[in-house]
Antibody, heavy 122, light 112 residues
């Protein structure tokens, strides 16, 4: 059974870089027809798609975050990562990693991690 | 303010049928993009409930059904049960602002 587990610091300082990792078990991140992505949730803005990546390395990001977002795959460790630069308080959220099946716009996010809370503060 | 509009809340007695609307526009649902629905029980991660407008993943009870028409979509729950009390979100793709996947703000379903 596919499982996802987020990890990373729960507190990040303003203007620094947020880095999260999602460990994948029960499947290989190299598997075809699988995309791996990130979604965040806040009480004020609800659910927000951050972006996702395919095994080919192609990435798709929310235009509102694109300039600050990097999503990468590490096939040797079977995990994928999120980097968000120049964070502000507005990036404080619960971050989820997700799996999407091809084609993702039809099949959506069918597996979710439990989420990890990140607070941005000076 | 989301580009997909959902009612903040709906409620129903056990056994009743409730529907949740998701109203979009010609830049998302009306442009032919699929609608997906997620259920989120408080304190847990969202769960995919409906994909490609009308399809249920394995394990989702057939009490849940989705539909799509023009610029809107709906999620129906028939035979409402206490365990259905949760937040429900619709999701689609929007072509405005260079294109982005978008979620509705969510609808709280209360079982009376």
């Amino acid at each position: 059974q596919l499982q996802l587990q987020e990890s990373g610091p729960g507190l990040v300082k303003t203007s620094e870089t947020l880095s999260l990792t999602c460990a994948v078990s029960g499947a290989s991140v190299s598997r075809k027809n699988n995309y791996w992505g990130w979604v965040r949730q806040t009480p004020g803005r609800g659910l927000e798609w951050i972006g996702h990546i395919y095994v080919s390395g192609s990435t798709y990001s929310n235009p509102s975050l694109e300039s600050r977002v990097t999503i990468s795959l590490d096939t040797s460790r079977n995990h994928f990562s999120l980097r968000l630069t120049s964070v502000t308080a507005a990036d404080t959220a619960l971050y989820y990693c997700v799996r999407l099946l091809d084609p993702p716009d039809q099949n959506g996010m069918d597996v979710w991690g439990q989420g990890t809370a990140v607070t941005v503060s000076s | 303010q989301s580009v997909l509009t959902q009612p903040p809340s709906v409620s129903g007695a056990p056994g009743q049928r409730v529907t949740i609307s998701c109203t979009g526009s010609n830049s998302n649902i009306g442009a032919g993009y699929d609608v997906l629905w997620y259920q989120q029980v408080p304190g847990t991660a969202p769960r995919l409930l409906i994909f490609a407008n009308t399809n249920r993943p394995s394990g989702v009870p057939d009490r849940f059904s989705g539909s799509k028409s023009a610029t809107s979509a709906s999620l129906a729950i028939t035979g409402l049960q206490a365990e259905d009390e949760a937040d429900y979100y619709c999701q689609s793709f929007d072509t405005n602002l260079s294109g982005s996947w978008v979620f509705g703000a969510g609808t709280k379903v209360t079982v009376l």
